[in-house]
Each structure stands twice: as structure tokens, then as C-alpha cells.
């Protein structure tokens, strides 16, 4: 018998039922698309573009899905209920899959990415028609698709707002996708229960949900086993530390070369070398001003530049501003990283700020003496909006006359024509700039660059810099601003907001050395 076409009133709790049902239905189908995309801009960088191509491709297969609904004649509720369960295994099982396949077999990362995203979309969009198809009994046409629609819109928004608020902050990415697909399961539960009158084989499909939440809460209950053994694989030291935040995935490493910090699983810094780093950063500018007293740190909430800035007894004042709180609650709390830093982020002399640093750079009317951009690579445009003409012109504003800004770019060894942006892009908002480099071994060759209104000329007086520095002494400090043929000037363009040509220049010339 066509149960589409059957004449048997539908009871107003079932319609009720199903119209929840196809709440849950959206939210669940947008977490797994949120999700996937989180995860291709984690692991694959430019949020942009992962974002764009997960969501479109997604929406592809919701189409097809529609489309393929067309051919289910028959047993309309069995369909959905099958169709409700094989959701909720891919989907839930989603990041988890993809965390494990990014650290066992990188290379097929993406192929499982975009072949499981249009799994899911193709599935979900064969959810909602079937449902409308099954309401349709008793339900007329007008009121039947707002209805459908209503609760669809309902419960995108509301999965929408407590993704990146509640969810990820609070699970992490791999238990929020088992946690929905739980709910899709429940669902076909539901339907089960609904239809039990109509379904064929009543006991193999209840044998089915009983596999599926079984799996599917075993996930859930072995979550934090899951990323552990992706993690340790992937970053190949012990995980002692790991954070989802909704700016980014935190990760500390402990292994015989110590502690390593990890941010979207990029090498921030590394224990044995990171001196290197944060000595070169900090004390061409500090040395070179002479008598700072007021000092911002703009990124860099481990603490390591501040700890560098607080060598000059001079400083009476410095801000740091870090977007993430979690990054400075971490290293003012936890003992090891305590360590690294010298216990800086709890000198008296430091206030934190947890704001985003455009925003906070536009409001503020302090000056400072000196100013150590520290922020992530480039990887994507959210991050790439600091590096452009707006943000500079911004910095310079709060420059006092004689002040230095210095930032930390990337590599111009690796990405020579990404490094000559930066500079040609301060020099844009008319600031004088000194390029310079430095060899620290985790990374290679990385640059930075000094910017200011009066000329810079490295400190070469004895006494210039603070004693106990392990790598750069007044001999040395000179040399860094000397660059070798394969690291001198190139033609760059300048980055603005508009075109964010440094975020397609870095992954290109990054992407070179990944592959």
C-alpha cells in the first residue's frame, strides 16, 4: 500500500512531532556543516576560502538530495528513519574521523573532507522533503511548508549562535558532532516509536538505533581518547594541554626539546630555541629607543616578549592585548608555562587586555614608546586585516615621536615576497622601516621589521642591551639587519583590507614548501 497517498488521519501530536523533529534535524545538519568547516580552516588555513567551498559544496548536495527524494514512493517513514540514522553516524562521527585521518593519513585529508560534507548534505537534504511528504496526509500544502520551514530557520538559528558560543568552547569540536549526532539517532528513536504501526521489519530497525547511539555514545564517552591519540600522532610529543576556544585550537606539546605551543596546529614556539625568537623581537627596538617607559604587546599572550620587555627597569608600563583570553589565563596559571615566562604575565607592571587589537587600537588614545606586533602568520583573512595599511596607519597613531614598532612577519627566505609586502605596506602609511632577520632553528630564517618616523639605527654601545641575553649581543646586533641575495628586496604590493594580497601570497609561497 503507497503510504504517501494513504487516507489515515494524522493525530496532531505526530504532526507536533515531527515539526520538533525537523528543528533538530536543522540544527544538527548545520553543526556538522559548521563543523567541517572549523576544521578545514584549523587544519588547512584561509577561514575564507575553506568556509565558502564546504558550505557551497554542502548546499550542492542538499540539492541532490531534494532531487533524490523524488524516487522514495514507498515506505516514506522506514526511508526516513534510515536516512535519520545514517546522518547521524557520518555526521557525528565527522570530526572525529577527520582529526584521526589529518594525523595518520594527511594526504587524504582533504578527499575525506569534501567526500564526507557532500555525504551529509546529500542525506540531509533528503530529511526535510520526506517529512513534508509524510505531514502532507493531513496537513495542507500553505500551512504544511511554513510550518516545515519555520522550524527549519528556528533551528539553524539557534545552532548558529551556540556553536561558536557554548558548544565548541564547552565540548570541543569532536564531542559537539557525536552530542548531535546522538540527537539525530534520538530522532529516528522517535520515529519509531511513531510509525511502529507501518514499519515491516519493526525489530531490525530497532536493532539499527540501538547500534547507532551505542557507537555513537561510545564516541562520546572516549572523546577526549580520540583527540589524544590524533594529537599525540599528529604533533608527535606528548599533548599535556589543549583548549577550543572560539578564536582557535590550542595545543602545548612536552617532549625531550620541551615545551612546544601550537595554535591551529602551527609551531608558535619552541622551548629550546624560543630565546632566539623573542630576543630579536624585542630588544633591537628596546635598545635602540633608549629610555621606554610605556610599552603595548599586541598577540603574543604566552608572555615571552613581555618577559624580554621587563629586562629594562626603565619600563613602568606594559599593555598587553591578546585576544584570547584563554591564551593569557594558560600561561599565568599553569606552573611549566609559568616557568617560560618568568611569571611576566603577573608582574605588576603589566595589564592585560583581552580585546581584538584593531578594535582596541581604534578606541584607545594611549601612546607608547615602543610597540611589539606579535601576532600569528597571515594563514587567513581574519588574522590578515592586521597586517594591512588600515591597521598600520592605526599603530602609527599611537606611536610617540620618537617611538618603535617592530613586527614579527614570516619567513623571507620561505615567503621573500609575503616579508617585502609587510614592509612595503608600512611604508605605505608613511613610516620609515628597518628590515631584519634572525635564524631560529623550529623555524629557519623569520624576519620582523622595525617601523617608526625618525631613521632606526641598531645599538652597537656596550651596555645597550640587558646582560643575560643568550643570543644577541652589540657585536651581532648589527648583523641581522645585513640580508644575503636570496633574502634581499623584492618588488611587493601593498596589503589593504580590500584585497588582503598577503594572505594569497603566503599560502601560495608556504604552500610550495607543504606540499
Not at 503507497?2 to 534535524?25: D, G, Q
Not at 564516541?219 to 578564536?247: C, K, M, S, W
Amino acid at each position: 500500500m503507497n503510504t504517501e497517498s494513504s487516507t489515515i488521519p494524522t493525530p496532531r501530536p505526530l504532526e507536533v512531532a515531527l515539526l520538533a523533529s525537523v528543528f533538530v534535524v536543522a540544527a544538527c545538519g548545520l553543526v556538522y556543516e559548521l563543523a567541517a568547516g572549523a576544521l578545514a580552516s584549523y587544519l588547512l588555513g584561509d577561514s575564507v576560502l575553506q568556509f565558502s567551498t564546504i558550505i557551497g559544496s554542502y548546499l550542492f548536495a542538499m540539492g541532490i538530495g531534494s532531487w533524490l527524494s523524488r524516487f522514495f514512493e514507498r515506505q516514506l517513514p522506514a526511508h526516513f528513519l534510515r536516512i535519520e540514522l545514517m546522518v547521524a553516524l557520518v555526521g557525528g562521527a565527522l570530526p572525529a574521523v577527520l582529526f584521526l585521518a589529518n594525523a595518520y593519513v594527511p594526504g587524504a585529508f582533504r578527499f575525506l573532507l569534501y567526500a564526507m560534507v557532500l555525504l551529509v548534505g546529500t542525506l540531509v537534504g533528503l530529511e526535510i522533503p520526506l517529512v513534508m511528504r509524510i505531514l502532507r496526509r493531513n496537513v495542507a500544502l500553505k500551512e504544511l511548508v511554513s510550518q516545515v520551514l519555520t522550524f527549519d530557520y528556528l533551528g539553524a538559528l539557534a545552532v548558529s549562535l551556540a556553536f561558536p558560543l557554548v558548544l565548541v568552547p564547552q565540548l570541543g569540536l569532536i564531542r559537539t558532532g557525536l552530542l548531535f549526532g546522538l540527537m539525530n539517532a534520538a530522532i529516528a528513536v522517535w520515529a519509531l516509536w511513531l510509525f511502529r504501526h507501518e514499519l515491516r521489519h519493526l525489530k531490525a530497525h530497532a536493532l539499527a538505533c540501538l547500534l547507532v547511539l551505542g557507537a555513537l555514545g561510545a564516541g562520546f564517552v572516549g572523546a577526549n581518547q580520540i583527540t589524544t591519540l590524533a594529537e599525540d600522532h599528529f604533533y608527535q610529543d606528548r599533548v599535556v594541554f589543549t583548549a577550543t576556544t572560539p578564536y582557535q585550537r590550542i595545543v602545548v606539546t612536552s617532549g625531550r626539546g620541551g615545551h612546544r605551543l601550537f595554535l591551529n596546529g602551527n609551531l608558535q614556539f619552541a622551548e629550546r630555541d624560543e630565546y632566539r625568537y623573542h630576543e630579536a623581537l624585542v630588544h633591537p627596538v628596546m635598545s635602540a629607543h633608549g629610555a621606554p617607559k610605556k610599552v603595548a604587546v599586541l598577540g603574543g599572550g604566552d608572555g615571552m616578549a613581555v618577559r624580554e620587555i621587563l629586562k629594562y627597569p626603565g619600563v613602568e608600563s606594559v599593555t598587553l592585548v591578546e585576544l584570547d583570553p584563554a591564551m593569557t589565563k594558560l600561561f599565568s596559571q599553569q606552573p611549566a608555562l609559568r616557568r617560560l615566562n618568568g611569571d611576566a604575565l603577573l608582574s605588576p607592571k603589566v595589564k592585560v587586555v583581552n580585546a581584538d587589537a584593531f578594535q582596541w587600537l581604534d578606541k584607545s588614545a594611549e601612546m607608547f614608546d615602543v610597540i611589539v606586533v606579535d601576532f600569528p602568520d597571515p594563514t587567513n583573512f581574519s588574522i590578515g586585516k592586521l597586517y594591512t595599511n588600515s591597521f598600520y596607519a592605526l599603530l602609527d597613531q599611537h606611536l610617540s615621536a620618537s617611538g618603535y614598532a617592530v613586527i614579527q612577519t614570516t619567513s623571507p627566505l620561505v615567503a621573500r615576497r609575503s616579508y617585502w609586502t609587510v614592509v612595503s605596506t608600512l611604508e605605505a602609511v608613511g613610516l620609515k622601516t628597518a628590515p631584519y632577520h634572525a635564524n631560529v632553528p623550529s623555524f629557519g630564517e623569520w624576519g620582523f621589521v622595525v617601523a617608526s618616523r625618525r631613521p632606526f639605527s641598531p645599538p652597537t654601545q656596550i651596555g645597550a642591551l640587558p646582560s643575560g641575553l643568550r643570543f644577541l649581543d652589540p657585536q651581532t646586533l648589527p648583523l641581522l639587519f645585513d640580508f644575503p641575495v636570496d633574502m634581499a628586496r623584492v618588488p611587493a604590493p601593498v596589503n589593504r583590507l580590500s584585497n588582503q594580497e598577503l594572505v594569497h601570497s603566503y599560502e601560495q609561497e608556504w604552500g610550495k614548501v607543504l606540499r
